[in-house]
T-cell receptor
């Protein structure tokens, strides 16, 4: 049984398009995260939700908008995609109060052409 | 400004020998330190952690040492096995900033048979 799943695994799209990445966890965790791993392999947090409430909102362009319909899902919508958005995006989850032990999805490799 | 640094991008060791991966940090607000392991095309998986009030934590072949005065931690793998070949990320939990994890750039470990 997959603990944290992301779809799609690969996403190739053109500049200017709008796309979404979906994330679901079946671990019963209250907290979910989105990370971006850029070409330099730097893993940086973008957003975190706790029980559908936004708790971490790093300095990312407002073209990126997370949406959490329930505590098991955290989707990432990206408007007007740019070349620099090309990266691997990881979703993760953790128990509330144990944010250090995070469980990651397999990643979504986004390529903007 | 990189608060968590892994200065060795890669490390190669022989099977059966000890692997030592190093990590340095700058922020004294970090209260918990973790090591994650990542295989290609997968998300990071939690490996071992240590609280800032301890100086050593052991789990099977993996031991993490923390030297707070030097702001340095290390992961020892003994004995190293080919299946340990992966990228190892050091991360620190920032108690003073929404408890988010700050990540190093990773060290790619190759264990040769």
């Amino acid at each position: 049984d997959t603990a944290v799943s992301q779809t799609p695994k690969y996403l190739v799209t053109q500049m200017g398009n709008d796309k979404s990445i979906k994330c679901e966890q079946n671990l019963g965790h209250d907290t979910m995260y989105w990370y971006k791993q850029d070409s330099k392999k730097f893993l940086k947090i973008m957003f975190s939700y706790n029980n559908k409430e936004l708790i971490i909102n790093e300095t990312v362009p407002n073209r990126f908008s997370p949406k959490s319909p329930d505590k098991a899902h955290l989707n990432l919508h990206i408007n007007s995609l740019e070349l620099g958005d090309s990266a691997v995006y990881f979703c993760a989850s953790s128990k509330a109060g144990a944010s250090y032990e995070q469980y990651f999805g397999p990643g979504t490799r986004l390529t903007v052409t | 400004d990189q608060q968590v640094k892994q200065n060795s991008p890669s490390l190669s060791v022989q099977e059966g020998r000890i692997s030592i991966l190093n990590c340095d940090y700058t922020n004294s607000m970090f209260d918990y330190f973790l090591w994650y392991k990542k295989y290609p095309a997968e998300g990071p998986t939690f490996l071992i952690s240590i609280s800032s009030i301890k100086d050593k934590n052991e789990d099977g072949r993996f031991t993490v040492f923390l030297n707070k005065s030097a702001k340095h931690l290390s992961l020892h793998i003994v004995p190293s096995q080919p299946g340990d070949s992966a990228v190892y990320f050091c991360a620190a939990n920032n108690a003073g900033n929404n408890r988010k994890l700050i990540w190093g750039l990773g060290t790619s470990l190759a264990v040769n048979p």
